[in-house]
């Protein structure tokens, strides 16, 4: 979703931009704090999984990252731990739809609330 361009100060489009834009830069800083943390995180900029799975992988990553914050872990090694390695197979992602589209009507939605 983009904010709206070219607004009139106090419209709900502007009300809905500026919200967008204070959102953004808070999941941005967290996708950095987390990338930080797990270096897994750190691949190709592109979407190898579909969102769904994506969205658990983030979830969970945060629910780690506030475990560490709660014992007060300082840097989390991987060495030290005993994974079996083992490559996971990409999802096929289906046919993608229109996500511009379908974004927009969501943004709208969003901006009726206003």
């Avoid at 931009?17 to 830069?25: E, F, G, L, Q, Y």
């Avoid at 840097?75 to 083992?86: I, K, M, T, V």
């Amino acid at each position: 979703m983009t904010p709206y361009r070219s607004v009139t100060q106090g419209s709900p489009q502007s009300n809905y931009s500026m919200r967008h834009s204070t959102t953004r830069n808070i999941v941005e800083r967290t996708i950095g704090v987390l990338k930080n943390g797990f270096r897994c995180l750190l691949g190709a900029r592109e979407l190898h999984y579909s969102p769904h799975k994506v969205s658990q992988v983030i979830n969970v990553a945060c629910a780690l990252q506030t475990i560490c914050i709660y014992y007060k872990v300082e840097d989390l090694n991987a060495s030290e731990f005993n994974f079996e390695s083992r490559q996971e197979e990409k999802e096929e992602q289906s046919s993608d739809p229109d996500y511009t589209s379908i974004a927009n009507r969501i943004r709208d939605n969003i901006l009726s609330t206003f």
